[in-house]
């Protein structure tokens, strides 16, 4: 089992950033893949960003592209998402996720296998 841990998020103010960490522990060794994913009150979870681990190749959402940007420190287990240009809608839940599974599509939540508990993000207008 893969345990995540998203901190840093908090209240913002539109245009400004913010940065999310999700540190994974436990069975590690195996994951191929993490991503952020969003939740907003009333809405279902929304794709934002993923990254393949071994290469770093990263993949975004329509809704964040040039705007939001994945990364990880693989030595410390740690994936960021760097938030610039906040907008009001991007206020959500962010959700952290791994999976180990190298076949099926980033973007779908149900493919991955470990969760955080989510970090909330609100932005001001």
């Known amino acids: 089992q893969v345990q995540l841990v998203e901190s840093g998020g908090g209240l913002v103010q539109a245009g400004n950033s913010l940065r999310l960490s999700c540190v994974a522990s436990g069975r590690t060794d195996n994951m191929y893949a993490m991503a952020w994913f969003r939740q907003a009150a009333g809405k279902e979870r929304e794709f934002v960003a993923a990254i393949r681990l071994g290469g770093g190749i990263d993949y975004y959402g329509d809704s964040v592209k040039g705007r939001f940007a994945i990364s990880r420190n693989s030595a410390k287990n740690t994936v960021y998402l760097q938030m610039n240009s906040l907008k009001p809608e991007d206020t959500a839940d962010y959700y952290c996720?791994?999976?180990?599974?190298?076949?099926?599509?980033?973007?779908?939540?149900?493919?991955?296998?470990?969760w955080g508990q989510g970090t909330r993000v609100t932005v001001s207008s």
């Open positions: 996720a791994a999976r180990d599974n190298p076949f099926l599509a980033l973007d779908q939540a149900k493919t991955y296998n470990s």
